[in-house]
């Protein structure tokens, strides 16, 4: 079946515009998770959906950031006033359900270029 | 804080050999911990999760041991193979938070000819 898709594979923005990353989780996981991970970084956590509760936002690192999740399925990413050291590959993953014993499957990442 | 640390060095072996990466993590203890492994342009790929009531785990050439009194986690490819060549990333998980897993930054293992 079909993976984690997500959209656009590259995009490059000007320091001060808006930008929104795209997540196609796989069809019936529950939960979605976005990731960041910059040249030579670990992965590192943003924002945490699962189902239709409230989503964990606590690794999101300023509130230019924001991400929804509309019918339990595709997830966007927003990012405002993007700046150069937003620049990284952002990494979308699902999971069949909350729970740190179920694997993550993840996208194929947006290289985010910042200029 | 809760620190999770991998091979700090990059891991050059030859084929045949069993490549060993290390993955340590100080001041929690997770309930699970799920190894990784990912290829240049690409996400992370799942390969094994192991409990902390379980010592080892394996799949095909791959092994995982987890020491919960040294707070640490080993992951073996046994017969290494040039395609073997990637990073891999152990995931704890946070301990009291459902559904997170904490990266660590991971390490990159090339196996050559």
């Known amino acids: 079946g079909a993976g984690v898709s997500q959209s656009p594979s590259n995009k490059v923005t000007e320091k001060g515009k808006d930008v929104e990353l795209r997540c196609d989780p796989i069809s019936g996981h529950t939960a979605l998770y976005w990731y960041r991970q910059s040249l030579g970084q670990g992965l590192e956590f943003l924002i945490y959906?699962?189902?239709?509760?409230?989503?964990?936002k606590s690794g999101l690192p300023s509130d230019r950031f924001s991400a929804e999740r509309t019918g339990g399925s595709v997830s966007t990413l927003t990012i405002q006033r993007t700046q150069q050291e937003d620049s990284a590959v952002y990494l979308c993953?699902?999971?069949?359900?909350?729970?740190?014993?179920?694997?993550?499957?993840f996208g194929p990442g947006t290289r985010l270029t910042v200029t | 804080s809760q620190k999770i640390e991998q091979n700090s060095e990059a891991l050059n072996i030859q084929e045949g050999k069993t490549a060993t990466l290390t993955c340590n993590y100080t001041n929690y203890s997770p309930a699970y911990l799920q190894w990784y492994r990912q290829d240049p342009g690409r996400g992370p790929v799942f390969l094994l999760l192991i409990r902390e009531n379980e010592k080892e785990k394996r799949k095909e050439r791959l092994k995982v041991t987890f020491d919960t009194t040294l707070k640490q986690s080993l992951f073996h490819i046994t017969a290494s193979q040039p395609a073997d060549s990637a990073t891999y990333l152990c995931?704890?998980?946070?301990?009291?938070?459902?559904?997170?897993?904490?990266f660590g930054r991971g390490t990159q293992l090339t196996v050559w000819p």
């Open positions: 995931a704890p998980d946070r301990g009291s938070t459902l559904g997170r897993l904490y």
């Open positions: 959906f699962q189902g239709n509760s409230a989503p964990d």
């Open positions: 993953a699902s999971s069949l359900t909350t729970g740190t014993q179920y694997e993550q499957y």
